[in-house]
């Protein structure tokens, strides 16, 4: 998923259940890590053994911490089963709904580690990664008006609704390994026969193969419960978004007054609206002895986030201690260059590591990037220090060479079969690529053939997309490529790309982030068996069969496309360091043998911090601020 | 009139000036030009009007973006001028339901709220890769010039057919009937002479408009791509950060603002000229 509203936000169409694998979210960022960033700000104040923890000496609890966003942008209506945002899984995970696994919420490695969150502790997997049994804490109660304990069934049914297509879960892939989750999905069962619930307080689940990041996967909120008696009522897609009751230490404003006699008595909760924002007030019947402090600080009394689709009006208020912070929003660069250029405020400019890739994609069908040599020609002619400057600069992103971000390959960002001096591009490499193509007849190092001339590049219409287009277009044309820039709103962007018949050769209007710890959440991107015809994110097309090109409409090169499927499935079935190493052999042939991507930039996500915040964090898992742990003074807001 | 004329001048010669310059309307000057956080830096002895948010030279970029304006304003005018005098002497001239039919829609489009109506037409045409009506109209400059000049022909169309309402009664009509002459030649060889003086003068009032009609477009994304310098959409992209890069859209904004002067007072002193009943 993804971070900063992201782009995802747009993706929203990701697979889903059913389908063979497929998914993830699109995104444009999602985040993790905190290697990486020689330019990321770290914490001041310290204390809290968080390196990125910004916290002043009167951090206490109380008060309204304020964020605007231009736009919720929830991709699921907010309902934990199908939604896909980063940032609302932040909020469910953060503050309103506890799971079986949970992270610290905090910046850095200590932000990836799975914690037990609402389990008593973290089990080891049984019978090579198959069998996984937890213990639920006990005494864990559900906000007003539920007020009973959770228990093992409410789990159960959070499951059950992603095998339930209606409501329209766009990560299912993720739990299918549990036996018996198709067959429900499928319509040729009522139950999951792989989730046994001895008692209230045990739950074991049973895989069909092993699957050593399982406690990453029961880490995503959707794998939270629910409680049937007001879940049932509401499988529509998103609806449910409206009416989420939870476990955690806030609950939605005005989620007491839901009255759950019946379906017919619901009623939206009034402290949710799409259009105008969202508040959490603390929930009574939260205790913070059964949680994890590490988890979770809950300090302020609650947190209001209201809709300002004015970007500047949003800054100005934060600067002038009208607001805390803005969500779905990078820092502009000139306020960033402000407040890092001044020593009294530079502590208030936060840039963390979101562990996302941006990308140039090229698509493995069409010429003239159907020839190797001319992706790699690619690969070393972007001037990639300008793409990082029309983000913003060394704030905004770390110059990448390989696809999957450093925190998911132990901090590794040595990969870079393509490097150039400055990271500015090289045509002297670039041509000598260029020569052995076919497509350079007279062998000068210049793209000449007929494929040459007018190559279709997708691009974003805004923003700091707008401004990677005159450096993609100028860059290619040094080895001849000349590109015909199509500029579209986010989402007809995505539309376009992510329709397979449309072979779009070259785009860089989207951008991947993690949906968990691990780097199988980018090799989906390069999964074969995940082409679809509408919705797909394999965008380069790697991996594709004969059989699968003729049902789609494809035009095949003649000696097909490369795939890297079973180097992934390897990779998923190791743990541990065999794991890791696996990736960076699999991130290593992506970038030599297949070559989809120009991959860029690992961005960074900003955060500007009002002067009555006292106390903040980021939260690795999600790439967005941890509002577990801010706080705020009520005497410095205005 | 000199300065049209140097607005001509200059979008002739915009390639040579460019060079004179020593920077191409693309050029990006990202490692000089903008600074560490990828802000534009303002005029300097070697960039008289500073770089845009891409590094590239406005004062060369201004230069070229007198192509589209002049462009767009002279095509969007001739098209609507074509279109308004053909379909108004044939509404003047025939009378009748020609006329009644003509008109109506004619007001039709008159009625219509110009800049919601175009910018939902380019929006949908710019909103896929094939553009709209199965890929016949596709976003860009001669997208701009159409639409422009579908919502502004009637205005010629009215001056034109009330024109032809009053010559179509006078005696040099009635004696080129008496010897023979058929309606087609009677509208395009008796009357449109006659014309010539108000075309001249409402075509010139519409230059501006057309040009305006271009910056609004392209202030809004709609219009020609960012590879073609364009003045609305350098003061579009200028308007993003104008707090901290004010010559990006100071510089077009006077272009553009001295341009459409131009062209206003030109009509007006065409109207002085060539219509009897103005007043001197």
């Known amino acids: ?638 | 009139m000199l300065f049209i004329i140097l607005l001509v001048v200059v979008a002739i010669f915009a390639p040579v000036l460019a060079s004179l310059i020593g920077h191409g309307p693309n050029e990006l000057f990202n490692r000089t030009m903008l600074d560490d956080f990828g802000l534009p830096l303002g005029p300097n002895s070697e960039f008289w009007f500073g770089a845009d948010a891409s590094g590239r030279d406005v004062l060369v970029r201004m230069i070229y973006g007198t192509r589209v304006s002049l462009a767009v304003g002279l095509l969007a005018t001739l098209f609507a001028v074509g279109l308004g005098v053909a379909l108004g002497l044939v509404a003047g001239y025939l009378g009748g339901i020609v006329d009644t039919v003509l008109s109506r829609i004619a007001e039709i489009i008159l009625s219509l709220p110009i800049l919601l109506f175009a910018i939902g037409i380019v929006t949908a045409c710019g909103a896929s890769k094939e553009g709209c009506a199965r890929g016949a109209i596709k976003p860009g400059l001669m997208l701009v010039v159409l639409i422009s000049a579908f919502f502004t022909w009637p205005w010629m169309f009215r001056i034109v057919r009330g024109v032809v309402l009053q010559l179509r009664e006078r005696e040099f009509v009635d004696a080129a009937r008496a010897i023979g002459a058929g309606p087609t030649s009677i509208m395009f060889r008796e009357i449109l002479p006659n014309l010539i003086s108000p075309i001249i003068v409402y075509a010139s009032l519409m230059i501006p408009q057309a040009v305006l009609f271009e910056a609004y477009l392209s202030f809004l994304g709609l219009g020609v791509p960012d590879t073609t310098p364009s003045w609305g959409r350098m003061i579009a992209d200028g308007s993003q950060i104008y707090d901290v890069a004010w010559w990006l859209m100071l510089f077009p904004g006077i272009i553009l603002l001295l341009t459409v002067l131009a062209f206003n007072l030109l009509g007006d002193g065409l109207r002085d000229a060539l219509d009897p009943k103005s007043d001197r």
């Open chain 1, 1 to 638: 998923m993804t971070s900063r509203r992201k782009t995802l936000a747009l993706l929203g169409s990701v697979a889903l259940v059913g389908a063979v694998g497929v998914a993830a979210c699109g995104s444009d960022d999602k985040s993790s890590d905190t290697n990486g960033g020689d330019t990321a700000t770290t914490a001041q104040g310290g204390g809290s053994g968080s390196e990125t923890r910004f916290m002043s000496d009167d951090a206490k609890k109380g008060g309204t911490y304020r964020i605007a966003t231009p736009d919720l942008g929830f991709t699921g209506g907010f309902d934990p089963s199908a939604e896909y945002l980063g940032w609302a899984w932040g909020l469910q995970q953060m503050l309103l709904n506890r799971g079986l696994v949970g992270y610290r919420h905090v910046g850095g490695t200590a932000g990836t580690e799975p914690m037990a969150d609402l389990a008593e502790e973290l089990p080891e997997g049984e019978n090579d990664n198959t069998v996984w049994t937890f213990k639920i804490r006990k005494g864990v109660k559900w906000s007003p008006p539920l007020n009973r304990e959770v228990t093992s069934k409410d789990i159960v049914y959070a499951f059950e609704r992603m095998a339930t297509p209606s409501v329209g879960a766009q990560y299912a892939n993720y739990v299918q390994p549990i036996k018996g989750f198709k067959e429900m999905a499928d319509g040729k069962a009522k139950t999951i026969s792989g989730i046994e619930t001895p008692d209230d307080h045990t739950i074991t689940f049973t895989l069909t193969e092993p699957t050593p990041d399982f406690l990453f996967r029961l880490a995503m909120p959707a794998t939270a419960p629910i409680p049937p008696e007001v879940g049932k009522c509401h499988t529509k897609a998103g609806e449910y978004g409206r009416y989420v009751l939870g476990t955690g230490p806030y609950m939605i404003k005005g989620a007491d007054k839901l009255n759950i006699s019946s379906c017919a008595t619901q009623k939206p909760i009034a402290g949710f609206n799409p259009t105008d924002g969202i508040t959490f007030v603390r929930n009574p019947n939260y205790d913070a002895s059964l949680d994890d402090p590490e988890q979770r600080s809950a300090m302020p009394d609650s947190i209001d986030i209201s809709v300002n689709t004015n970007e500047k009006d949003v800054f100005d208020k934060i600067q002038a201690g009208e607001l805390e912070e803005a969500a779905g929003l990078s820092v502009p660069p000139d306020v960033a260059r402000k407040y890092t250029t001044d020593d009294s405020l530079k502590d208030r400019f936060r840039s963390n590591p979101e562990d996302s890739t941006n990308y140039l994609t090229m698509n493995l069908t069409t010429p003239p990037f159907d020839d190797i040599h001319v992706r790699k020609a690619a690969n070393f002619i972007v001037d990639k220090t300008a793409l990082q400057r029309a983000w913003g600069g060394k704030l905004y992103g770390d110059v990448t060479g390989h696809t999957i971000p450093p925190v998911l390959l132990d901090g590794d960002n040595s990969i870079d079969p393509y490097a150039t001096e400055g990271s500015a591009g090289d045509l002297a490499k670039a041509q000598e690529e260029m020569k052995q193509s076919a497509y350079d007849t007279d062998k000068d190092g210049m793209c000449d053939a007929g494929p040459c001339k007018g190559v279709l590049y997708l691009n974003r219409n805004y923003g700091a997309y707008a401004k990677l287009g005159p450096i993609v277009i100028d860059n290619f044309a040094k080895i001849g490529i000349q590109l015909d820039a199509k500029e579209l709103p986010t989402g007809p962007a995505y539309e376009t790309l992510q329709t397979v018949k449309n072979q779009v050769p070259l785009a860089s209007n989207a951008r991947w982030g993690k949906d968990y710890p691990d780097a199988t959440t980018f090799a989906v991107l390069f999964d074969g068996r995940n082409i679809i015809p509408t919705g797909n994110t394999n965008y380069s097309l790697v991996g594709i069969t004969p059989d699968q090109a003729k049902k789609l409409g494809v035009t095949l090169p003649k000696d097909g496309v490369p795939s890297v499927d079973a180097d992934m499935d390897k990779c998923r079935k190791t743990g541990g360091e065999e794991r890791i190493a696996c990736w960076k052999e699999f991130d290593t042939k992506v970038m030599t043998e297949v070559v989809p991507w120009v991959p860029y930039m690992n961005a960074l996500h900003t955060n500007l911090l009002g002067p009555a915040v006292t106390q903040w964090d980021f939260d690795q898992d999600s790439g967005e601020s941890s509002l577990a742990h801010v706080a705020v003074d009520p005497g410095l807001q205005k």
